[in-house]
């Protein structure tokens, strides 16, 4: 590549990013001038901009409720975490297994077409009722959030391995075990990865809506005090360090996909 | 053991396959019965579509017939195995595999060391020129590259019966003849029995021992050229792939075989 173009390119990039930093900018500015200074909106309804940080840095260091902000942020975590775990620990190799063994996938499908439509959420007084209202129940509705995609995928991936691998592998003297683990496995890792991605995300909107309805503590928690105490900005807090974690959780997964599919072009 | 006597390597007896299509079924391969000699390479050409695959996959294992049997030292063949080992006309690489790690695909299965495993497939990345590339993934790899791993992983599990299907199709002419002359020496360095797909008469001729014309769908056998020993063109095989196919011998050959070929292809009116 020239210099020029090179220098060109350079130009396009910083312009995107001087683009970016002003919406950002100008959005807070909008929000500023409709609170403060025209006083558009009541502080009651919607804090300023400036409420909504200041109220992050000082629960940092005085507790809302039984924690302080990064207390809540732990558990929210820690739920999250122990819910993935226990989706992806028997989602995947459920998936493995039902797109490998055809009487196992006639057994289980019937079960699974019957739950999988029915919205996470709508497991709650169940989960509630089965497992309390402490990390039990949390960890329960996100990981049914988590489960089915999660699962669907890795069937799907099973099922669907390019025929003539397993045909090379046959004729190179590998066993049916053998192939499970050394060719459809393998091959089968990117739709898996893919719907971890998807699940998670769904599993991070169950934990949301498993801690407004039965908790005290988690970001979910925050954003429901804020409602009953009228307090909005701890709502804003909640709801911006929520979209944070969704943020970092796709974040690290793409770099995990893209470490396990390195074999593949880009 | 006698040339002319060499035991059955493979058989087929009135083998017939039906392939479904879009819910129809239709006869792939109608009543094909043939030998293949221990240590003979035999090529079969034939119009496109005429079966010549589906009749090689019911030697490996992976087609049954619906009629007939097809047998290797007189037993059935029931199902794939590693002792015919097949080279797909569209490489089949393992994409998260090393060219190493290719190589090395069978070989564990059948119990060899590791120290050995190690040793056979530094040999076979020699044989097939690719130092240097024992770590590349198949995508860093090109076409002819990756043709000579998916060669070298079906050689280097040494099976008794080698089936290979257009092996070199996809490679441009340079390419191909390189690999021609290199299967040809591996061939005669590695004596094995040899079944090859080609749509190449030039192909055919300078690599088989006898060459099989097969018929439009469903495909028959319409008839089997010697190559060796009647037409004696012996040597062929230690020459230059470009010197022979100036041959007289090869060119009458040639003109024989096209003009079934093209026989067979008007007949049938498939183009």
């Known amino acids: 590549?020239?210099?020029?173009?090179?220098?060109?390119?350079?130009?396009?990039?910083?312009?995107?990013?001087?683009?970016?930093?002003?919406?950002?900018?100008?959005?807070?500015?909008?929000?500023?001038?409709?609170?403060?200074?025209?006083?558009?909106?009541?502080?009651?309804?919607?804090?300023?901009?400036?409420?909504?940080?200041?109220?992050?840095?000082?629960?940092?260091?005085?507790?809302?409720?039984?924690?302080?902000?990064?207390?809540?942020?732990?558990?929210?975590?820690?739920?999250?975490?122990?819910?993935?775990?226990?989706?992806?620990?028997?989602?995947?190799?459920?998936?493995?297994?039902?797109?490998?063994?055809?009487?196992?996938?006639?057994?289980?499908?019937?079960?699974?077409?019957?739950?999988?439509?029915?919205?996470?959420?709508?497991?709650?007084?169940?989960?509630?009722?089965?497992?309390?209202?402490?990390?039990?129940?949390?960890?329960?509705?996100?990981?049914?959030?988590?489960?089915?995609?999660?699962?669907?995928?890795?069937?799907?991936?099973?099922?669907?391995?390019?025929?003539?691998?397993?045909?090379?592998?046959?004729?190179?003297?590998?066993?049916?075990?053998?192939?499970?683990?050394?060719?459809?496995?393998?091959?089968?890792?990117?739709?898996?990865?893919?719907?971890?991605?998807?699940?998670?995300?769904?599993?991070?909107?169950?934990?949301?809506?498993?801690?407004?309805?039965?908790?005290?503590?988690?970001?979910?928690?925050?954003?429901?005090?804020?409602?009953?105490?009228?307090?909005?900005?701890?709502?804003?807090?909640?709801?911006?360090?929520?979209?944070?974690?969704?943020?970092?959780a796709d974040r690290v997964i793409l770099r995990i996909e893209r470490r396990v599919i390195y074999w593949k072009k880009e | 053991m006698n040339e002319e006597q060499r035991p059955d390597k493979l058989s087929a007896r009135n083998v017939s396959v039906m392939y479904e299509k879009d819910d129809t079924s239709f006869l792939a391969v109608d009543d094909v019965s043939m030998t293949i000699q221990e240590g003979e390479f035999v090529v079969i050409v034939g119009p496109s579509g005429c079966g010549k695959t589906t009749f090689m996959n019911t030697f490996a294992g992976l087609v049954r017939p619906a009629k007939g049997k097809v047998y290797m030292d007189g037993e059935e063949i029931t199902g794939p195995s590693a002792e015919r080992g097949v080279v797909f006309q569209q490489f089949a690489l393992f994409p998260w595999k090393t060219v190493s790690e290719n190589i090395e695909f069978g070989l564990k299965y059948r119990g060899i060391p590791k120290e050995q495993r190690d040793e056979i497939v530094k040999k076979y990345v020699q044989l097939i020129k690719l130092e240097g590339f024992e770590k590349s993934y198949p995508h860093e790899l090109s076409g002819g590259m990756k043709q000579r791993v998916a060669i070298a992983r079906v050689y280097a599990n040494r099976p008794q019966v080698l089936l290979m299907d257009e092996p070199f199709g996809a490679l441009d002419a340079q390419t191909r003849t390189i690999m021609q002359e290199d299967l040809s020496g591996m061939f005669l360095t590695e004596k094995r029995t040899v079944l090859f797909i080609t749509h190449s008469v030039d192909e055919a001729i300078y690599l088989g021992d006898r060459v099989v014309i097969m018929t439009a769908r469903p495909g028959k056998i319409k008839k089997i050229i010697p190559i060796t020993r009647e037409n004696l063109i012996p040597d062929r095989r230690q020459m230059r792939y470009d010197d022979v196919v100036n041959l007289k011998e090869f060119l009458e050959l040639k003109a024989d075989i096209w003009g079934l070929i093209k026989a067979e292809i008007l007949e049938k009116h498939i183009l």
């Open chain 1, 1 to 248: 590549m020239s210099r020029s173009a090179e220098n060109f390119w350079d130009k396009v990039y910083r312009e995107k990013t001087v683009l970016s930093l002003s919406s950002v900018l100008g959005f807070l500015a909008l929000w500023h001038l409709a609170t403060d200074i025209l006083g558009l909106m009541p502080a009651i309804v919607l804090p300023s901009p400036e409420k909504v940080f200041f109220t992050i840095y000082e629960k940092i260091l005085a507790p809302v409720g039984e924690e302080k902000l990064f207390g809540h942020i732990g558990v929210s975590l820690v739920r999250i975490l122990v819910g993935v775990g226990i989706a992806l620990g028997l989602a995947i190799p459920l998936g493995i297994l039902m797109g490998w063994y055809e009487d196992l996938d006639s057994m289980a499908s019937p079960i699974i077409e019957v739950l999988r439509p029915i919205p996470p959420i709508a497991w709650i007084p169940l989960a509630i009722l089965w497992f309390g209202i402490g990390l039990g129940s949390k960890v329960f509705i996100i990981a049914i959030g988590v489960f089915f995609p999660t699962l669907i995928n890795t069937y799907i991936g099973v099922k669907f391995v390019d025929p003539l691998l397993i045909k090379a592998a046959q004729t190179l003297g590998a066993k049916d075990k053998d192939i499970l683990w050394e060719v459809v496995v393998p091959a089968s890792v990117p739709l898996i990865v893919a719907g971890v991605r998807i699940g998670v995300g769904l599993g991070m909107m169950c934990l949301v809506a498993a801690e407004l309805v039965a908790a005290s503590t988690g970001l979910g928690y925050l954003i429901m005090l804020g409602g009953d105490d009228l307090k909005p900005e701890l709502s804003i807090t909640g709801m911006i360090l929520i979209g944070i974690l969704r943020l970092l």
